[in-house]
Structure formats: structure tokens, C-alpha cells
């Protein structure tokens, strides 16, 4: 490759990366003309979607897997789908993630939620409000109500969920060989947000509920137009979209489709965190080796 190439890949490479930080802000005179983007920007933006899926023939899938995994955001390799939890001293260019699914299913932006991972009972914002907020009424507000009296706002209590709450992320989605292309791929068809029951949670009760399912291929025009904060550099963001679907996380598989009924790994490896970390990496280990196996004679 020439210099002059070289120096034009870089260029392009540069400009690619520190369009994902904040628009205007070395152009601006002044404080409030930072974010203001130019009409090539605006123009840019509105052609700017996620990678479309391409078509895959039934026939073409040679063999398939699903698999149900657990992103833990304790791990810091995840903490660009957990921060930032405090919004009040941070632009709105930056929400953790569940801030932008909530926010997107309050919108109407996303549609399509679920009870569970099957995709079978479907829910509305109204049906999860219980799962993700409480609402209670104090001593005061309950005599007030017996008096017949209305319950002045300040004797009642409101919980909602935030991004700090939540403690995990389950994803399913599906390896396949795509007997075509001889690859093998991986497609991710849904997520759900995990947290302590609403109902419990001040009270210190750790144990974790799935709050909503959500069908990822209808949440990906939203996460493609929010970016993850993913390295020392306040230009080095990417999109939810993409880092999603290129699996730049760390996660556990839980469960695995099996003639047991799907059962998960810690039905049949019973208080044995070690155990259930290795039968993970074999079920892993046995995804990646069928593409391997392939070439073999």
C-alpha cells in the first residue's frame, strides 16, 4: 500500500472513530454550541442504521444450537452495559442500557416484550409496570384513606428499578452453520434485564428475577442510535447494536435446548458453582468444535 493510501485509511479511520464523541465540541465558540452538528452531520445521521441481517435459507441451516447465557455486570469487561447509573452530572448522549430500554418501551419504540424467552405470552408497558416499580402506601396515607380522606403525595411511597439495580443480563440466541457460506454464526434473539424483586429489594432479599423479555430484533434500530462508553477514551463508543451483536461481553451459558425439556445446568449440577462453570465451557467448547469437526476427513 502507497503512503498516500495509507495516510487516507488513516484519515477516514479517525474520522470514524471521533464521530462518536460529543459533535461540535473542539469546533464550538461557546459552551452551548457544543452537540450542534453540521448539515453533513444531520444528513449522515439520518442514512445511518444498523447492519441489516441478511436472509437465511431454513435449508442452509445444517445445524443449529439455542443457548441461553448470563452476562454478570460485576465482570468489568460488561461495564458498558451497566454505567453509568447516575445520570445528573452526564450529558444525555450517555444512558446505561437498561435506561434506553425502558426509556424505548415507555416511547413505544419497542413493541414487542415478552414474559419469557419462548417468545409465547406477550407483554404491555402496563402488564411490567409491577415488575419494574412498587408503589406503597405509608401508616399516615392508610389512615388518611380509611378516613376517607385523599392521601396527600408525601405518605406515599414509590420504588422504581434503575440501572443500578440491575444485576445481570439473559440473552438467547442461536449458533448455526450456514452449510452456504460453510460459517459458523450467531444470531441474538432476545434479552432480559435481571434485577431483585421490586416488591423486596430494600429489605435485602438477593435473589434475582427476569423483569421482561425482549425481542432483539425489534430493540436494534434503538440501540443502534445509542452508544456505549467501552474504553479510556471518550471516542472510543459504540453502538448497543454492535456491541451486542459482536459479542464484546463475557457471559455464562445457563441453558442449552436438550430433549430434558431445556432444563439449566443447575438443575442436574446442584450447589456446585464450579461445576456449572465447566459443563458452561463444555457446551461451549462442543458449539465450537462442530465447525472444526466439519473439515476434518
Request: aromatic share 12%.
Amino acid at each position: 500500500m502507497s503512503w498516500r493510501g495509507f495516510l487516507l485509511n488513516a484519515s477516514v479511520l479517525v474520522f470514524t472513530v471521533a464521530s462518536y464523541g460529543q459533535a461540535n465540541i473542539l469546533n464550538a465558540n461557546s459552551p452551548e454550541e457544543i452537540g450542534k452538528k453540521t448539515e453533513a452531520q444531520i444528513q449522515s445521521d439520518i442514512n445511518d442504521k444498523p447492519l441489516e441481517y441478511g436472509y437465511i435459507e431454513d435449508r442452509d441451516v445444517l445445524w443449529s444450537k439455542n443457548v441461553w447465557e448470563k452476562i454478570d455486570l460485576d465482570e468489568r469487561v460488561n461495564f458498558p452495559l451497566y454505567y453509568p447509573i447516575d445520570t445528573n452530572n452526564i450529558g444525555n448522549n450517555r444512558r446505561a442500557l437498561y435506561d434506553v430500554l425502558v426509556s424505548a418501551i415507555k416511547s413505544g419504540k419497542i413493541k414487542n416484550i415478552y414474559a419469557d424467552s419462548y417468545f409465547t405470552e406477550k407483554r404491555t408497558l402496563k402488564d411490567i409496570q409491577a415488575t419494574i416499580s412498587k408503589v406503597d402506601t405509608t401508616d399516615l396515607g392508610i389512615e388518611q384513606y380509611n378516613a376517607g380522606e385523599e392521601v396527600d403525595a408525601q405518605f406515599i411511597d414509590r420504588r422504581d428499578l434503575g440501572a443500578a439495580d440491575i444485576a445481570e443480563y439473559h440473552i438467547r440466541g442461536m449458533w448455526y452453520f450456514d452449510k452456504r457460506q460453510a460459517e459458523m454464526k450467531y444470531r441474538l434473539l432476545g434479552i432480559a434485564p435481571v434485577a431483585p424483586d421490586v416488591n423486596f429489594i430494600d429489605s435485602g432479599q438477593t435473589d434475582l428475577v427476569e423483569l421482561f423479555w425482549i425481542w432483539f430484533p425489534d430493540a436494534r434500530e434503538v440501540l443502534h442510535e445509542n452508544k456505549a462508553f467501552t474504553g479510556s477514551s471518550s471516542a472510543q463508543t459504540v453502538t448497543f447494536d454492535h456491541l451486542l451483536n459482536s459479542r464484546r461481553f463475557d457471559a455464562m451459558i445457563y441453558k442449552e435446548d436438550n430433549v430434558y425439556g431445556d432444563r439449566e445446568v443447575d438443575e442436574y449440577i446442584v450447589d456446585n458453582a464450579f461445576m456449572e462453570l465447566l459443563e458452561a465451557q463444555r457446551i461451549k467448547e462442543q458449539i465450537r468444535n462442530f465447525e472444526l469437526d466439519m473439515w476434518n476427513y
